[in-house]
């Protein structure tokens, strides 16, 4: 979702604002790092595409962080706790320049979230389905 275009001044590319939300998919993609001992490289977590694309976005609600090391990524304390959980997080927020700028002061627990993302798989299924034109 797209809340705010507007063009850098000096070199006039596009700046937008993007709300992403805590979902299923980012669930999962957590889950599968504690699984591996809260450090790994993504390869090595057997992620199809939605996950792999997505995995990112758990930096945006502090749940995990690049470790910097072998490109790697570690669970945080706080992402522990969330699966755990022990704690609330802002159920969005907003990006700009893949940097958050606003949170959510609506908070979820891990039970509170909902599948959000249509996966890569559904869309193949819905494009194979049967339409008037078929015979």
Request: some cysteine.
């Amino acid at each position: 979702m797209t809340n705010n275009i507007s063009f850098c001044p000096v070199c006039g590319s596009k700046i937008t604002d993007y709300k992403h939300s805590i979902n299923k998919t980012l669930v999962e993609c957590l889950a599968r790092l504690y699984a591996m001992g809260g450090r790994s490289r993504l390869d090595k977590l057997g992620l199809d595409n939605t996950h792999f694309n997505n995995f990112q976005k758990l930096r945006y609600f502090g749940l995990a962080v690049p470790s910097g090391e072998n490109s790697e990524w570690q669970i945080t304390n706080q992402g522990i706790w969330f699966l755990q959980g022990r704690i609330q997080i802002s159920r969005f927020v907003i990006t700009r320049n893949a940097k958050v700028i606003r949170s959510s002061t609506e908070l979820v627990f891990i039970t509170e979230v909902k599948d959000c993302v249509s996966y890569k798989i559904e869309w193949k299924e819905q494009a194979r389905q049967p339409s008037l034109f078929d015979k």
